[in-house]
C-alpha cells in the first residue's frame, strides 16, 4: 500500500528555516511524475496548496511563501523537499504532501513559529 510519509517539522522562532520531507513508501512507481504538491492548514482554516511541481518539472508557489519556500524533487528516491526560509507566525499549521498519481496524501507534519 502506498504511504506518503512528511517529516522535519517542529517549532522555530520568526525568521527561522525549516526543511520539510516527502517520501513516498510501497511503491516502485515514480508516483511523483505526474505532479506533486505541498499543501498548508493553518488552524482553523481549509487546506491550500503553498508550493506545486507538475509533469513538465514547472514550479508554482502560492504568492504568500514565493520567494521564501522552494519545492525540490528528486524523483529517483520518490521523495519531495519543501525549504521553508524567513517563517512567519501564519505560516504555523499542518503541511501535506499529495500526488496527482493516484491522489495520495501523507499524514501531515505540524510546523509552529512563535517567538
Known amino acids: 500500500q502506498v504511504q506518503l510519509v512528511e517529516s522535519g517539522g517542529g517549532m522555530v522562532q520568526p525568521g527561522k528555516s525549516l526543511r520539510l520531507s516527502c517520501a513516498a513508501r510501497g511503491t516502485r512507481f515514480d508516483i511523483f511524475s505526474m505532479g506533486v504538491g505541498w499543501y498548508h492548514q493553518a488552524p482553523g482554516k481549509q487546506r491550500e496548496e503553498v508550493a506545486s511541481?507538475?509533469?513538465?518539472?514547472?514550479?508554482n508557489y502560492a504568492d504568500s511563501v514565493k520567494g521564501r519556500f522552494s519545492i525540490s524533487s528528486n524523483f529517483a528516491n520518490n521523495s519531495i523537499d519543501l525549504q521553508m526560509n524567513s517563517l512567519k507566525p501564519e505560516d504555523t499549521g499542518i503541511y501535506f504532501c499529495?500526488?496527482?498519481?493516484?491522489?495520495?496524501w501523507g499524514q501531515g507534519t505540524q510546523v509552529t513559529v512563535s517567538p
Open positions: 499529495y500526488t496527482n498519481l493516484g491522489g495520495y
Open positions: 511541481i507538475n509533469k513538465n518539472l514547472q514550479k
